[in-house]
């Protein structure tokens, strides 16, 4: 078989570019990223960047990797280099990402006053004693001395010579995210010392430059020295921006490292979702490195685009084409540019459930591409599937929502003869609807990937307008039923705080997210009521307020859509919300609708208070789908049916990357038994 022609629009994306003394195989580069998995889950790590070496990118990078014990992000995992007993298993990630011609970097940090050390119950470190940034632990970091920053500079010299040993090729000086020590001595809110490390801007930058200087000399003869560097702190007002100190760093250590990895600070903003940035978000920030230095710069910008790709190069503003979410969706990206395979791209949707999990210490999944985390511990290939064991055998999936597509199109690709049949006029499930509202179209990828992977596959039928009753699922006479009947959303209030409905929850004035996603809209003064504490309830009171409704947020969370702290967006949801003028009322419930009023209560106190409102929105939870499920349920049992099985929503309602997890599973379980 002849394999497919690169278009040569592209051929600038597969040049090499040398980086110190080692050369990479082309411009694509995975950069440092936290998967969750840490030392004790080497099997993990090692096949997850493996995977994606072999998908043909040219770099791949591991995440924070700590220098000494007092840098520690516990309860989150981090691989470690600081005694030589961690070289062994960390040279298994190299080897194995070796083996496919990529270059392996490692990304060797402090986390300074942003982790607690809380594992090996040290004092964290800080250029000024101040509370950790990112954790509630009731202990401060203390200010570090001169005995300190000397072995500070030890651990990093001695940990780059491990990383040598282990065979990396890029070794990297971290000083990004508000996560590093680095950082903290440039950032004169964190900086209050008086001797040659603080106050005037070289000072301050003394650290950064003799760490840089120590590594070289360590490691720089074999090993590519790269800097990590966050050009400007978009979370609150800071010295450290594009135009002030972010600037003069790379002025001042223009051609000191190898390589400059720039992006901005912190998470939310680097990482943000794609309801509030656009692929290539960093560009104004970043735009400026390379016009000061003569060494190859790497930045992000969640591309998916080779075209947004080849303009970076074109323009100036990037040598290599950074990525980690969407090396996460899609592993095999290079190699399908390179195959001009563009249209089974699986585009990163930019949701974060691949951050969500991360930040709950658990490892790493994604929406688009339910292998992510799973290729050891599930076997499962992004790309490859087994055969099926049996052919001719016929498969029906009742539902085409994100589950159901993701099975189906699961086991085409083995082999089997697929239908799927959905009772709507559109594929896409809860994604038909929810794509149209404010800023989630982006999501709409998950179905589209889907369905234009199956509209080219000759054993798999599609049906739509095919509202199928449980006889009609039995006179199919498939070998097996797959429902992914999805879920509804309750109309009764019942959720985390209510057991039993909320009174009044019947009256004409009061909706279900349903009724908005299908453009039956209130007026006046509306309350929307957030029990699921992800995005709903946030995106209905946005779709409100901008139809011109009064809107008032409550829920009985501490904070807005606290699920979304770990999306890295809840600053993003409540800004949006202030900019718009929703009213935000958190720890609160409500006890009863009226008309025209309703009754809330403070969870702390018990206090009641009667708020006027016109209508209310009920975002409380949902219920499976599942009635022609169990009605198949009885004719498996009475031999109707061969064989039979629920997932996603229909299962148990969750998030969209839970629902093609179970697509995948069911799709690479069947036949199994067999």
């Not at 194995?96 to 982790?115: D, M, R």
């Not at 978000?281 to 230095?293: G, H, L, N, R």
Request: hydrophobic share 40%.
């Amino acid at each position: 078989m002849e394999r497919p022609m690169r278009d040569p629009r592209y051929d600038i994306l597969f040049e090499p570019v040398q980086i110190g003394p080692v050369r990479t195989k082309n411009r694509f580069y995975v950069v440092p990223h936290a998967i969750s998995m840490g030392m004790s889950s080497m099997d993990e790590m090692v096949a997850y960047r493996q995977t994606r070496a072999e998908g043909g990118w040219g770099v791949i990078c591991i995440e924070e990797t700590m220098i000494h014990q007092t840098s520690d992000h516990a309860p989150l995992p981090d691989p470690c280099l600081y005694d030589d007993r961690h070289i062994a298993p960390i040279a298994r990630i190299v080897e194995a990402v070796k083996e496919h011609g990529a270059l392996a970097g490692v990304e060797l940090a402090h986390a300074g006053a942003s982790g607690p050390a809380a594992y090996y119950r040290e004092h964290p470190l800080s250029p000024t004693a101040k509370f950790p940034h990112y954790f509630n632990n009731p202990i401060s970091a203390r200010t570090i001395d001169k005995q300190d920053i000397a072995e500070f500079r030890r651990w990093y010299r001695e940990a780059a010579v491990r990383a040598k040993t282990a065979g990396f090729d890029i070794v990297y000086v971290y000083c990004a995210h508000n996560l590093s020590l680095l950082q903290d001595f440039l950032d004169t809110r964190t900086n209050k010392r008086t001797d040659e490390y603080g106050g005037a801007f070289e000072n301050r930058l003394r650290l950064l430059r003799e760490t840089l200087c120590d590594v070289k000399d360590a490691v720089g003869d074999s090993c590519a020295v790269a800097v990590r560097f966050a050009v400007e702190d978009r979370r609150r007002v800071s010295n450290i921006t594009a135009q002030e100190d972010g600037r003069r760093v790379v002025e001042a250590l223009a051609d000191v490292p190898d390589l400059w990895d720039v992006n901005v600070s912190d998470w939310p903003w680097d990482s943000g979702s794609s309801r509030y940035f656009e692929e290539g978000q960093q560009e104004p920030f970043i735009d400026f490195v390379k016009k000061v230095t003569n060494k190859p710069v790497v930045g992000v910008g969640r591309f998916t685009s080779p075209d947004a790709m080849v303009s970076q190069i074109k323009r100036g503003i990037l040598d290599l084409i950074g990525a980690a979410r969407p090396s996460i969706a899609d592993p095999f990206l290079p190699n399908k540019i390179d195959e001009g395979r563009h249209d089974d791209i699986r585009e990163c949707i930019g949701c974060n459930a691949c951050t969500a999990e991360v930040m709950t210490s658990v490892r790493i999944r994604c929406t688009q591409n339910p292998s992510a985390g799973e290729e050891h511990l599930m076997g499962w290939h992004p790309e490859n599937v087994p055969p099926a064991h049996d052919p001719d055998k016929n498969i029906l999936v009742v539902g085409g929502g994100p589950a159901g597509l993701e099975a189906a199109h699961t086991l085409a690709r083995r082999g089997y003869q697929v239908s799927i049949a959905d009772a709507g006029s559109e594929w896409g499930g809860r994604l038909v609807r929810e794509r149209k509202m404010p800023r989630l179209s982006i999501w709409g990828r998950v179905i589209d990937y889907r369905v234009g992977q199956l509209q080219t596959m000759a054993n798999a039928n599609m049906y739509l307008d095919s509202s199928l009753t449980a006889e009609d699922v039995a006179g199919f006479e498939a070998d097996h039923v797959i429902v992914a009947t999805g879920a509804t959303w309750r109309r009764d209030g019942v959720g985390r705080n209510h057991d039993e409905p909320i009174p009044g929850c019947d009256l004409p004035h009061v909706f279900s997210p349903e009724d908005i996603l299908s453009g039956q809209l209130p007026s006046g003064e509306v309350i929307v009521y957030d029990e699921d504490y992800f995005y709903m309830a946030t995106v209905v009171a946005e779709r409100l307020a901008l139809a011109g409704c009064k809107v008032t947020y409550v829920t009985t969370a501490s904070d807005p859509a606290p699920w979304t702290l770990n999306t890295l967006e809840m600053v993003h949801v409540i800004n949006s919300m202030n900019e718009i003028g929703i009213e935000i009322i958190v720890g609160t419930s409500i006890v009863s609708i009226s008309e025209g009023e309703v009754k809330t209560s403070r969870l702390l106190t018990g206090a009641e208070e009667l708020r006027s409102a016109d209508a209310v929105v009920l975002v409380t939870g949902q219920i499976s789908h599942d009635h022609l499920y169990h009605e198949l349920v009885n004719k498996r049992d009475a031999g109707e049916i061969l064989s039979l099985e629920r997932i996603g929503d229909c299962l148990g309602p969750g998030q969209i990357a839970q629902a093609t997890r179970d697509g995948r599973k069911a799709g690479m379980q069947f036949g199994s038994q067999a």
